[in-house]
């Protein structure tokens, strides 16, 4: 079993940075891929950034080039670095870890944007 804690959402104005971490506990050792999901006032969640135990990263287009995926395995966090922010970037971001055959879920952390 893993558990998913994330930290550091908060209000911003339209052009600033946030900094996400997610710390997980638990069957770590056991993790390859990581994710960041965000979810919007009346929409579904969609996928925002993805990260493999060996770095390898991948983006939602509406966040390419503004936002950064990084890992610490040693201390089995995953941070998103948020900048140029952006009103529709307002949502709940949620921390996932997928481990067969369950999906392990953060709490969720609320980042608004104000313009």
């Known amino acids: 079993q893993v558990r998913l804690v994330e930290s550091g959402g908060g209000l911003v104005q339209a052009g600033g940075s946030l900094r996400l971490s997610c710390a997980a506990s638990?069957?770590?050792?056991?993790?390859?891929?990581m994710k960041w999901y965000r979810q919007g006032s009346g929409k579904q969640r969609e996928l925002v950034a993805v990260?493999?135990?060996?770095?390898?990263?991948n983006y939602a287009d509406s966040v390419k080039g503004r936002f950064t995926i990084s890992r610490d395995n040693a201390k089995s966090t995953v941070y998103l670095q948020m900048n140029s922010l952006k009103p529709e970037d307002t949502g709940v971001y949620y921390c996932?870890?997928?481990?067969?055959?369950?999906?392990?879920w953060g709490q969720g952390t609320q980042v608004t944007v104000s313009s």
């Open positions: 990260i493999t135990s060996g770095g390898s990263t």
């Open positions: 638990g069957s770590i050792f056991s993790i390859n891929v």
């Open positions: 996932n870890v997928p481990l067969a055959p369950y999906d392990y």
